[in-house]
């Protein structure tokens, strides 16, 4: 299994320093943004560690997102009517805790097909959707959530190097410090050429919760983090599948 654990929360910043810094983020916003609305402080903190306690960049992402909030889910959330056609493929599923409490999301790679045009766009409304439904299933106290991405069957009509950048973009820029691992299983030769292309679009701190899991140890390392009654039964857990419109 390839990347390492990391607390990316932990810093050399005492919590008033923090408190200090979130305080500022927040002045920074409120001055520079008229359209902001009052968000928690759990919020703000995500984007401040995302940028390292820098104010400053973490004000400018946290301002960033807020625009690309307004004008990509205008009305503040994602209808199941926007997405029928993404849904009807049946590659997202929401089930489960990890060890920590964490939900846990499952990608069915085999299921996904490159899009474009109204399609595309479609597409970049169903990693929202799933997103936000993910978010929306983290326990008071936590902030994060686990991915497995099965690739059982993918073929090469299933790569698509721009929509895998696309998540990768949403995720990094508009949901940071939301991932806390993402396990990805049974990758083909085809899938890895693939997602050299994709290296070089996700940050540092992103690429370190991606693992590929060895075929002969998949149930095993997914153990050491999900307990099997909340492992999915595609991984040789207990759990059932739940869609993820249905979660």
Known sequence: MQGHEQDVFSSSFSLEEETRKL??????????????????????????????????????????????????????????????????????????????????????????????????????????????????????GQEKFTVIVDLKGFAYRNGDARGYISILSILQNYYPERLRKCFIIHAPYIFLVIWRLVCPFIDQSTRRKIFFVEEKSIKATLLEEIDEDQLPQCCGGKMELVSIQEA
């Open 23 to 140: 305080a500022i983020m927040r002045a920074i916003i409120q001055k520079n943004d008229s359209k902001f609305q009052e968000v928690e402080d759990a919020t703000l903190r995500r984007f401040l560690h995302a940028r390292d306690l820098d104010v400053w960049k973490a004000s400018s992402m946290f301002m960033e997102f807020s625009k690309w909030r307004r004008e990509f889910v205008p009305n503040g959330f994602i209808s199941e009517s926007e997405i029928g056609n993404q849904i009807a493929q049946g590659k997202v599923f929401l089930q489960g805790k990890d060890k920590h409490g964490c939900p846990i999301a499952v990608l069915f790679g085999a299921k996904h097909f490159p899009c474009k045009g109204d399609a595309f766009d479609e597409f970049k409304k169903l990693v929202v959707y799933a997103l936000d439904k993910a978010s929306s299933r983290i326990l008071e």
